[in-house]
């Protein structure tokens, strides 16, 4: 008997290490995702990710492609076939979700977003970009629970390795002119959601 609570003893110490090790590496790459995310933020245009230069005292910005190595504009497709970049959104403020099936925050902010789209649905672009997760996973998933999202399919993580995106849900926020305002790592509640779209221009 002794022996048995002996063994078990140490499946929990075991266990709990391995606990421990895990969220201690995805708070590290959490803050480090932070830490880079510090400066001027990053905002799409035309073809581009405009970054803006703290530096610059006249407001001139500073182009950089969103673009994969080969030079080619960084793209996606959506469920539907179509294939999206974010600078076919510019124009209007952006609500970009990274997101997965096996994250549970993911899930449970999923209905709130969908709430979202519905009431804005003419102002405000939602693009949910799942964590490269096979097209049937997704469509599973979505079709499970009746969202009307624009549901874009990154197999490479292509979007969440250029945005340094290191936790899930990750949402980006950008305004009419593709400024990034606001970066939430985390579940979103309303109140939350509501104060980043003030942000963007959405709502009261």
Known sequence: MNKKHWLI????????????????LELSRTFDFMRQRSGSPPTIANDALVEVDAGAS????????????????????SLEGETLSLSDFVGKPLLVNFWATWCPPCLAEMPLIQDIADQYQDQLVILAINAGEDEAVVRDFVTQQNLGLT???????????????????TSLFFDEDGVIQSTHIGELNDALLQKYLLKIGIGE
Do not use: C, H
């Open 58 to 77: 006249n407001g001139e910005v500073v182009l950089n492609e969103v673009s994969q190595e080969e030079g080619d504009e960084l793209k996606w497709i």
């Open 9 to 24: 003893d140490i499946s929990l110490v075991f266990i709990i290490i391995v606990m421990g090790v895990f969220v201690y």
């Open 151 to 169: 549901f874009l399919l990154d197999p490479t993580n292509s979007a969440a390795k250029y945005f340094r995106v290191y936790g899930f849900p």
